[in-house]
């Protein structure tokens, strides 16, 4: 069921929140799994794990700028941290955090 909810907010806006010294997702090779927009692997494109900060901006154009539909932090190819999901052009829905294979919302205290 969030898989659904995570895959409907995608499409309801952008984030102002992406760090310039983010690549942006095409600049690698990222994999997903089943309908999740939250990639559960990075590497570069001659297929090396990637380490360092990421995001995504909706429907994958770099444009416009800085407008963020996912960002996060990969060390070896993996999810490390919380991942930050957006609904809308700086306005953050939620966290998310990759634990044992699997994303997993990150309740807010």
Same mark, same amino acid.
């Given at each position: 069921?969030?898989?659904? +909810?995570?895959?409907?907010?995608?499409?309801?806006?952008?984030?102002? $929140? &992406?760090? =310039?010294?983010?690549?942006? &997702?095409?600049?690698?090779?990222?994999?997903?799994? &089943?309908?999740?927009?939250?990639?559960?692997?990075?590497?570069?494109?001659?297929? =090396?794990?990637?380490?360092?900060?990421?995001?995504?901006?909706?429907?994958?154009?770099?444009?416009?700028?800085?407008? &963020? $539909?996912? $960002?996060?932090?990969? +060390?070896?190819?993996?999810?490390?941290?919380?991942?930050?999901?957006?609904?809308?052009?700086?306005?953050?829905?939620?966290?998310?955090?990759? $634990?044992?294979?699997?994303?997993?919302?990150?309740?807010?205290?």
């Amino acid at each position: 069921m969030s898989l659904i +909810i995570v895959a409907a907010l995608a499409f309801t806006g952008c984030s102002t $929140e &992406a760090n =310039k010294r983010s690549l942006h &997702a095409s600049d690698l090779t990222i994999q997903t799994d &089943a309908h999740n927009i939250l990639p559960s692997r990075a590497s570069t494109k001659d297929g =090396k794990p990637y380490t360092g900060d990421v995001y995504e901006t909706f429907f994958g154009g770099k444009q416009p700028k800085n407008c &963020a $539909e996912w $960002e996060g932090a990969f +060390i070896d190819g993996m999810p490390t941290g919380e991942f930050k999901l957006y609904t809308n052009c700086g306005q953050l829905d939620s966290l998310w955090r990759f $634990e044992n294979g699997a994303w997993g919302k990150v309740e807010k205290t």
